[in-house]
């Protein structure tokens, strides 16, 4: 099982960059993918989640309207589109994937807020190594 990130880089304040997420070694259509990111001295955050099937993604607050998640499945490659991009971006992004229980929750998008927010409680499943995003003011 893998899951590569890429795309990483250095902008500057304002710019946008589109990371990707490469998947192998298991159904990627069964699964539903996060990215998080995490900055140095700061807890992980869950940035973008979109299900197996698409749907409404969750976003975070911080980056809702800038940020735009896709997947292709044909790929096994999830995207993380990122415009009007900002110093408190700067952080190592990671993608995960999951068998995540949407089933038990009413709407995809609270499906989606859950995996996003409390990675930790639903042990995800897999992870990968992460992509340096570095914002310069």
């Known amino acids: 099982v893998q899951l590569v990130e890429s795309g990483g880089g250095l902008v500057q304040t304002g710019g946008s960059l589109k990371i990707s997420c490469a998947a192998s070694g298991f159904t990627f259509d069964d699964y539903a993918i996060g990215w998080f990111r995490q900055a140095p001295g700061k807890e992980r955050e869950g940035v973008s989640c979109i299900s197996k099937i698409g749907g409404t993604p969750y976003y975070a607050d911080s980056v809702k309207g800038r940020f735009t998640i896709f997947r292709d ?65």
Do not use: H, I
């Open 73 to 137: 499945n044909a790929r096994n490659t999830v995207y993380l589109s990122m415009n009007n991009l900002k110093p408190e971006d700067t952080a190592v992004y990671y993608c995960a994937a999951d068998f995540f229980p949407a089933g038990l929750f009413e709407t995809t998008e609270q499906a989606m807020s859950e995996m996003c927010d409390a990675p930790s409680t639903y042990d995800l499943d897999y992870w990968g190594q992460g992509t340096q995003v570095t914002v310069s003011s």
